[in-house]
């Protein structure tokens, strides 16, 4: 599934429940989003960064610094509200 097709849970609370979506509060419709990506940084950050001391050693200086920079954004996410782009080379 391409992020086009993902649906995050605020989407699907709005389409499967509209009724309950809008009778919800901004603080809860927030609250949320919130869950939703802390959901989303389990899956799509923490896996990756915990491959362990061996995957990191394979990688160069700029690599450890541009997945540095994306954890912290990932770390960030609940304040931004807003998904980090992957680095393209990490799979």
């Given amino acids: 599934m391409d992020k086009s097709e993902e649906l995050t849970r605020q989407e699907e609370l709005q ?3 509209p009724e309950v979506a809008n009778k919800m509060s901004e603080a809860d419709k927030d609250e949320v989003m ?3 990506l802390r959901s989303q940084r389990l899956f799509k950050c923490f896996d ?3 491959r362990g001391q061996a995957w ?3 990688l160069t200086d700029e690599q450890k610094q541009e997945l540095q920079a994306w954890y912290e ?3 960030d996410v609940t304040k931004a509200l807003v ?3 992957k680095p ?3 799979v």
Avoid: A, C, G, K
């Fill in 34 to 36: 919130r869950d939703d």
């Fill in 56 to 58: 990191y050693n394979t």
């Fill in 83 to 85: 998904v980090p782009n």
């Fill in 88 to 90: 393209s080379w990490l």
């Fill in 48 to 50: 990756l960064i915990n």
């Fill in 15 to 17: 389409i499967m429940l």
């Fill in 73 to 75: 954004q990932w770390l």
